[in-house]
């Protein structure tokens, strides 16, 4: 094996001969292939999947090797495409750098020297991503912080509107138009109250504080908060809460993260509608309280499965995940001494495709 | 004789509030103040028996105004009210020998209810020291 874990690469040429045979020879070195032999299928096969690296012909018929170049950098500006040109014009090449390709190499090809080159880009690639993804969490945090001062600051004025109108309440006759009114004024500051708690509820994750936590109510906390993400997105909910669901001890606000990056991500998968479903029940004889938390969506590729619960891997576009909601999840799970792992299936391998995240702790007798 | 409470909190809205809650619901006397170095001045004076003060204020924040009362007045009661709902602002409140602390936003009752919780701590603080007084020697602990 080449790496760790295999590097997945696109060959784009209209030679087929030449396609099959460097295939099979990087497919002997680790390497997983996919190939395209003209320009368009090249574009649809980038949009559809991640490639670590795109090896591109430059002279195919229909559009040239510079086109798919430009369409695929349009798509996707990251992405790492290393040219070949079979007439060594420097002009060409230097053409296709200047529309972002990571680097060039003369046919004919030799083998170890397109290795290296992919390795380099694959490498160039992995840094860029992570300083992305940095100044990303970076940025984050830095917005946390903010939203929490903000919060804060707004719970003044609010404590003032609360105040007055509980006072008022007492002074206007129960049957004016004023107390229905002010009614109405408290239910709503009542509902600023609840966004501000729940915003810095979240802020204040990293603050560990061990404490009787009753699972069902940390569940419904968080759905609480995604509730209108997930009407507009039409997810229904199928919640299967045990009533008899032991208490665990831990840190509401951390186990509140963990399932919120869950869900979130469930969300995030089931674009157009689906369900969610989120289940608990005492496992173990009792000794375990199991948590299940299920989606409809397109389940995960069988080659990320091994990377979902490592920092900064994320299938989502730049800026909208950082990649560290599951490798949270997990750590959390793990200082509490419980286990997370997820079953999924993807189209491909079932009618009802999903994935299913199952996390248990243990409970403290 | 009722006793005497000093407000201190630098919203002026939120300070009418507190004194609206106090004098319709209790029968305490009540001075407020949004200048935190007047109420030092005031509670320097003498005379009020409980102290409630808002945690961030402009000038002198809540902890500091209780560090200086506390250099003067080891006895008086002092409630700290913020919306720094977190450890470290209760922590250091209490280790500031704060009687209690109050998270914004606050229901009337939690306020009244602590109110009473300090002047009744407040009378039998006093109540002690008569009699340790009137039994002439100080107690074995």
Redesign the interface.
């Known amino acids: 094996m080449e790496a760790d874990t295999p590097m997945n690469i696109l060959l784009v040429d209209d030679e087929v001969d030449f396609l099959n045979v460097l295939s099979k020879r990087l497919e002997a070195r680790g390497f997983v292939i996919d190939t395209a032999t003209n320009g368009n299928t090249a574009i649809a096969s980038a949009k559809d999947k991640a490639f670590d690296v795109i090896v591109l012909d430059l002279s195919m018929p229909d559009i040239d090797g510079i086109e798919t170049l430009k369409r695929i950098k349009k798509d996707n500006p990251d992405m790492q495409v290393i040219v070949l040109t079979g007439h060594a014009t420097v002009e060409k090449s230097v053409d296709a750098m200047k529309e972002g390709a990571v680097d060039f190499l003369e046919k004919p090809v030799d083998l170890s020297k397109l290795i290296e080159k992919m390795k380099v880009a694959h490498e160039i690639a992995q840094k860029k991503k992570i300083e992305q993804q940095m100044a990303h969490t970076e940025k984050l945090a830095s917005l946390g912080t903010l939203a929490a001062g903000i919060a804060h600051e707004i719970n003044n004025p609010l404590t003032i509107i609360l105040g007055f109108t509980d006072l008022m309440l007492e002074k206007v006759p129960q049957d004016s138009e004023f107390y229905e009114l002010l009614k109405a004024v408290e239910r709503q500051g009542q509902n600023a109250k609840r966004i501000v708690e729940n915003l810095l509820g979240f802020a204040r994750y990293t603050e560990y504080r061990e404490e009787d936590v009753d699972i069902n109510k940390n569940i419904r906390s968080v759905l609480a908060v995604v509730e209108s993400v997930l009407t507009t997105n039409r997810i229904s909910v199928n919640l299967d809460l045990s009533g008899s669901l032991p208490i665990i001890r831990g840190s509401f606000g951390e186990l509140q993260q963990v399932f919120f990056n869950i869900i979130n991500n469930a969300i995030h998968e089931m674009k157009g509608g689906g369900t969610l479903t989120v289940a608990s029940r005492a496992v173990d004889e009792g000794k375990r309280v199991e948590i299940q938390i299920a989606d409809t969506g397109p389940g995960i590729k069988q080659r990320e499965r091994a990377k979902i619960f490592d920092p900064f891997f994320t299938t989502k576009k730049v800026g909208e995940g950082t990649g560290l909601g599951l490798s949270i999840a997990y750590g959390i799970i793990d200082k509490h001494g419980g286990t997370i792992s997820f079953e999924t299936r993807t189209r491909d391998e079932s009618n009802a495709p999903g994935t299913k995240f199952i996390i248990t702790l243990p409970v403290v007798k | 004789m009722p006793e005497k409470l000093l407000i201190v909190d630098d919203?002026p809205?939120?300070l009418r509030?507190l004194q609206?809650?106090v004098r319709?619901k209790t029968a305490y006397e009540v001075t407020t103040t949004n200048n935190p170095l007047e109420a030092l001045g005031l509670a320097r004076k003498g005379g009020f028996d409980l102290l409630i003060t808002d945690l961030k204020m402009p000038g002198l924040d809540g902890i500091e105004l209780l560090k200086t009362v506390r250099e003067f007045d080891a006895d008086i009661p002092i409630i700290i009210i913020t919306?720094?709902?977190?450890?470290e602002a209760a922590d250091a409140a209490m280790e500031k020998n704060a009687f209690d602390f109050i998270t914004?936003?606050?229901?009337?009752e939690q306020i009244l209810f602590t109110i009473e919780k300090a002047i009744k701590w407040l009378r039998t603080q006093r109540e002690n020291k008569m009699l340790r007084e009137s039994l002439g020697k100080e107690p074995s602990q």
């Not at chain 2, 919306?83 to 450890?87: C, D, E, I, P, V």
């Not at chain 2, 914004?104 to 009337?108: A, E, T, Y």
């Open positions: 919203e809205d939120m509030l609206m809650i319709e919306a720094f709902a977190t450890s914004k936003p606050f229901r009337k």
